[in-house]
């Protein structure tokens, strides 16, 4: 659920007293002089969240409405194997609180499913002395390159994100995370082809929940009676025609799924073709004949019944699957998870952590304050965008951050825009830091649906 007093309480534990305990467990804090758990974990995440290319002089600047007063080089000092640790138990921490809307979004589409599930994940490289943390492709353990990789769930009806859970950048979408988490009775999951595995389709579906997703070109069909199937005789010829029938899928499972055929226009297959050769080019390895051919249809293929799903919608559902690149899109580019000014590989690693905590209390504001506002559902083309930022970034996430945290409380001062007490108390940087103009609230935005 999302209330303000379960959020409060939640940010409360964490970022203070859970933040002073985690802080003395991994040695971050050993002697406890300027710099508390919870004054050197907000002093992070909200420098970086309001400024994601902060430098060690803003962050100090930061410090002061903790009522801390800290040069850049002594917090230099801060950034050590340590610290990573804890910043990084911090972010499990905020990443295994549940929060979602309080109202679904009002399509009849997602309604019609106990929720509605977008999965998906991104690789960030690191630097190549922290491979021995997170493994990368290519090298042994401990060497070569280094690279996390990110997984999310994320509920489209109420909003709610799972994760990101992180896990070496050697992983294969398959062996997510998530995958031995099961879904709600009556509950849609889609995702890409990576994570594309007929026995958790099959799984999945005897749990009582359903899977809509595309098909590899290497797929192989059988009736339902079990005589194999040739796909070319499937194929309508004509743009804009569909074919739909009942197939068994998984060489071993032999799930019963619907097969949905659409031919697509010749620009579509142009630019589906131009990215088959840009991947191949990425990966160094040729185009699969099968893929370039069949790149003049889009088939899908889901286990959700005909009464429940028709071809058309599940052609629109499966489009948001796009969502989930535009999450991470935005939490890259606004966020800049992937960015920093440092040569020093354990503070780019605690950067990496705050800044993925504060983007969790990004979603968080999003669901408890902006879910249902209607500047939220902009269209996905137009002049809405920066407009909406604007309105998600500026006055909304100050005041959402003022209401979850009393001014009333005697030791947190993080969530308050600093005052002229806190400014007059740092010798060192006297200016206060901007509002948060830089994140991408309009993560969220791109449920709106615009194609519906």
Same mark, same amino acid.
């Given at each position: 659920?999302?209330?303000?007093?379960?959020?409060?309480?939640?940010?409360?534990?964490?970022?203070? /007293?859970?933040?002073?305990?985690?802080?003395?467990?991994?040695?971050?804090?050993?002697?406890?002089?300027?710099? #508390?758990?919870?004054?050197?974990?907000?002093?992070?995440?909200?420098?970086?969240?309001?400024?994601?290319?902060?430098?060690?002089?803003?962050?100090?600047?930061?410090?002061?409405?903790?009522?801390?007063?800290?040069?850049? @080089?002594?917090?230099?000092?801060?950034?050590?194997?340590?610290?990573?640790?804890?910043?990084?138990?911090?972010?499990?921490?905020?990443?295994?609180?549940?929060?979602?809307?309080?109202?679904?979004?009002?399509?009849?589409?997602?309604?019609?499913?106990?929720?509605?599930?977008?999965?998906?994940? #991104?690789?960030?490289?690191?630097?190549?002395?922290?491979?021995?943390?997170?493994?990368?492709?290519?090298?042994?353990? +401990?060497?070569?390159?280094?690279?996390?990789?990110?997984?999310?769930?994320?509920?489209?009806?109420?909003?709610?994100?799972?994760?990101?859970?992180?896990?070496?950048?050697?992983?294969?979408?398959?062996?997510?995370?998530?995958?031995?988490?099961?879904?709600?009775?009556? #509950?849609?999951?889609?995702?890409?082809?990576?994570?594309?595995?007929? +026995?958790?389709?099959?799984?999945?579906?005897?749990?009582?929940?359903?899977?809509? @997703?595309?098909?590899?070109?290497?797929?192989?069909?059988?009736?339902?009676?079990?005589?194999?199937? /040739?796909?070319?005789?499937?194929?309508?010829?004509?743009?804009?025609?569909?074919? /739909?029938?009942?197939?068994?899928?998984?060489?071993?499972?032999?799930?019963?799924?619907?097969?949905?055929?659409?031919?697509?226009?010749?620009?579509?297959?142009?630019?589906?073709?131009?990215?088959?050769?840009?991947?191949?080019?990425?990966?160094?390895?040729?185009?699969?004949?099968?893929?370039?051919?069949?790149?003049?249809?889009?088939?899908?293929?889901?286990?959700?019944?005909?009464?429940?799903?028709?071809?058309?919608?599940?052609?629109?559902?499966?489009?948001?699957?796009?969502?989930?690149?535009?999450?991470?899109?935005?939490?890259?580019?606004?966020?800049?998870?992937?960015?920093?000014?440092?040569?020093?590989?354990?503070?780019?690693?605690?950067?990496?952590?705050?800044?993925?905590?504060?983007?969790?209390?990004?979603?968080?504001?999003?669901?408890?304050?902006?879910? $249902?506002?209607?500047?939220?559902?902009?269209?996905?083309?137009?002049?809405?965008?920066?407009?909406?930022?604007?309105?998600?970034?500026?006055?909304?996430?100050?005041?959402?951050?003022?209401?979850?945290?009393? @001014?009333?409380?005697? @030791?947190?001062?993080?969530?308050?825009?600093?005052?002229?007490?806190?400014?007059?108390?740092? $010798?060192?940087?006297?200016?206060?830091?901007?509002?948060?103009?830089?994140?991408?609230?309009?993560?969220? #935005?791109?449920?709106?649906?615009?194609?519906?």
């Amino acid at each position: 659920m999302a209330n303000v007093a379960h959020v409060e309480q939640s940010l409360k534990h964490i970022l203070e /007293e859970r933040a002073n305990v985690l802080a003395r467990e991994t040695g971050c804090i050993e002697r406890q002089r300027k710099f #508390s758990g919870a004054d050197l974990l907000q002093t992070l995440v909200f420098g970086w969240l309001s400024h994601p290319d902060a430098s060690l002089e803003r962050l100090a600047s930061m410090a002061t409405i903790r009522k801390v007063e800290v040069t850049d @080089t002594a917090l230099h000092k801060r950034f050590t194997e340590p610290c990573a640790h804890f910043l990084h138990a911090v972010f499990e921490e905020m990443a295994s609180v549940v929060v979602e809307a309080s109202q679904d979004v009002p399509l009849e589409l997602l309604c019609r499913f106990q929720s509605v599930v977008l999965e998906d994940s #991104s690789s960030i490289a690191l630097p190549e002395e922290l491979a021995e943390q997170w493994q990368g492709c290519g090298g042994s353990p +401990g060497k070569g390159q280094a690279a996390v990789k990110l997984h999310v769930r994320w509920e489209l009806k109420r909003g709610q994100v799972q994760g990101p859970r992180l896990t070496h950048g050697r992983i294969i979408d398959r062996s997510s995370p998530f995958k031995d988490d099961g879904l709600p009775v009556g #509950s849609l999951y889609i995702a890409d082809l990576g994570y594309l595995d007929w +026995g958790a389709i099959a799984a999945r579906r005897a749990a009582g929940s359903y899977t809509l @997703t595309r098909a590899q070109a290497r797929t192989n069909y059988w009736t339902p009676e079990g005589k194999p199937l /040739e796909l070319d005789a499937l194929l309508p010829q004509q743009v804009g025609q569909t074919h /739909e029938r009942w197939v068994r899928v998984g060489k071993e499972h032999r799930h019963l799924m619907r097969l949905l055929i659409l031919r697509v226009p010749q620009d579509g297959a142009s630019r589906r073709r131009a990215n088959l050769e840009a991947d191949a080019k990425r990966r160094a390895q040729p185009v699969r004949e099968q893929a370039w051919k069949l790149a003049d249809w889009t088939i899908l293929l889901t286990d959700v019944p005909a009464n429940l799903l028709n071809l058309q919608e599940a052609l629109v559902l499966v489009r948001e699957r796009w969502q989930m690149e535009m999450l991470y899109k935005l939490w890259k580019q606004y966020g800049r998870i992937d960015e920093w000014r440092t040569t020093n590989p354990w503070r780019v690693l605690c950067e990496l952590y705050a800044k993925l905590i504060g983007l969790l209390l990004q979603h968080w504001l999003i669901l408890l304050f902006a879910w $249902q506002d209607e500047q939220r559902r902009m269209p996905q083309t137009g002049t809405g965008g920066p407009r909406y930022r604007q309105f998600a970034a500026g006055s909304f996430c100050r005041g959402a951050l003022v209401s979850l945290c009393p @001014t009333s409380h005697p @030791t947190s001062h993080a969530f308050r825009v600093p005052n002229e007490q806190a400014q007059k108390a740092s $010798q060192f940087r006297p200016t206060p830091p901007a509002e948060i103009d830089q994140l991408g609230f309009e993560s969220l #935005s791109w449920c709106v649906w615009g194609v519906m």
